[in-house]
């Protein structure tokens, strides 16, 4: 298959690469596995990240004497859903730290969450030359002959 004139679109965040990157991001700030865990288990709990796909997502996050909470936006090629969740951590009663996740392109949120990054979807433009011209049936119209 001919790469010329195909573009390559990455694939969008699954809700799966969503969670754990937010697990990921989380352990990366220095919380213990254990509660990036725990955090991670209870994303399951919203149907915005069951089953669904997103271009961008930000997230809010932070935990204080042992309670967690995420606020997130997802976005789905200009289509915003805001939500947040909240829970207790289960040994972590003195534990607090937050953080942000800023919005990304999806490889590089993979990337950053040290996740795999999935091959990109090869798109085939249109060449130019053919882009403007008419097709056969529309040259045709107009020379009719009178009967």
């Given at each position: 298959?001919?790469?010329?004139?195909?573009?390559?679109?990455?694939?969008?965040?699954s809700s799966i690469e969503i969670k754990d990157g937010i697990a990921s991001f989380i352990r990366q700030a220095g919380v213990p596995e254990s509660a990036a865990a725990q955090i991670r288990q209870g994303l399951n709990r919203t149907c915005s990240?069951?089953?669904?796909?997103?271009?961008?997502?930000?997230v809010g996050w932070k935990i204080v004497a042992g309670e967690w909470?995420?606020?997130?936006q997802l976005d789905d090629f200009g289509r915003i859903t805001n939500g947040f969740l909240n829970g207790k951590l289960v040994d972590c009663d003195n534990l607090?730290?937050?953080?942000?996740?800023?919005?990304?392109?999806?490889?590089?949120?993979?990337?950053?969450?040290?996740?795999?990054?999935?091959?990109?979807?090869?798109?085939?433009?249109?060449?130019d030359d053919k882009a403007h011209t008419f097709s056969q049936s529309i040259r045709g119209r107009g020379k009719h002959r009178d009967v």
């Open positions: 298959m001919s790469t010329a004139g195909a573009i390559k679109v990455p694939l969008p965040l990240l069951n089953r669904q796909c997103y271009s961008k997502v930000t909470k995420i606020e997130y607090e730290a937050s953080g942000v996740i800023e919005p990304m392109p999806p490889d590089r949120f993979r990337r950053e969450s040290e996740q795999p990054i999935p091959a990109p979807t090869v798109v085939q433009t249109k060449p």
